[in-house]
C-alpha cells in the first residue's frame, strides 16, 4: 500500500511561484509513472503534468506549459511540481497520483490548496 502525501500548497500572488512535493511511503516508487492533476471549484479535475517512472520524458497540460515543471527524486520518494508565474485560474487542489503501466490510477494524495491572488 502506497500513501502519497501533499505538500507546499499556499496562498500566493499573481505572478509568483510555488512548489509542490508529493512524498509516497510504504511501496516502490520508482515502479509508478507520476501524475499531477487539479481541481477548482465547481469544475472537473483536470490533468496537468506527468513524468515517467524513470524521470526521463515528461507532459503538460496546454494551459501550464511553459509556466510548470515536474521532477521527481526516487532516491526520496519524491515528485515535485514547481509553479511560476501563476495566474489567478491556477487556483485549485492540486494532486499528485500513481500511475500503473497499464495506465490505472492506483493512489491518489489528498491533495494541497493553492490560491492564487490576483
Known amino acids: 500500500q502506497v500513501q502519497l502525501v501533499e505538500s507546499g500548497g499556499g496562498l500566493v500572488q499573481a505572478g509568483g511561484s510555488l512548489r509542490l512535493s508529493c512524498t509516497a511511503s510504504g511501496g516502490t516508487f520508482s515502479f509508478y509513472t507520476m501524475d499531477w492533476f487539479r481541481q477548482a471549484p465547481g469544475k472537473e479535475r483536470e490533468f496537468v503534468a506527468t513524468?515517467?517512472?524513470?524521470?526521463?520524458?515528461?507532459n503538460y497540460a496546454d494551459s501550464v506549459k511553459g509556466r510548470f515543471t515536474t521532477s521527481r527524486d526516487n532516491a526520496k520518494n519524491t515528485v515535485y511540481l514547481q509553479m511560476n508565474s501563476l495566474k489567478p485560474e491556477d487556483t485549485a487542489v492540486y494532486y499528485c497520483a500513481a500511475r500503473l503501466p497499464s495506465g490505472d490510477y492506483r493512489y491518489w494524495g489528498q491533495g494541497t490548496q493553492v490560491t492564487v491572488s490576483s
Open positions: 513524468i515517467t517512472r524513470g524521470g526521463g520524458s515528461t
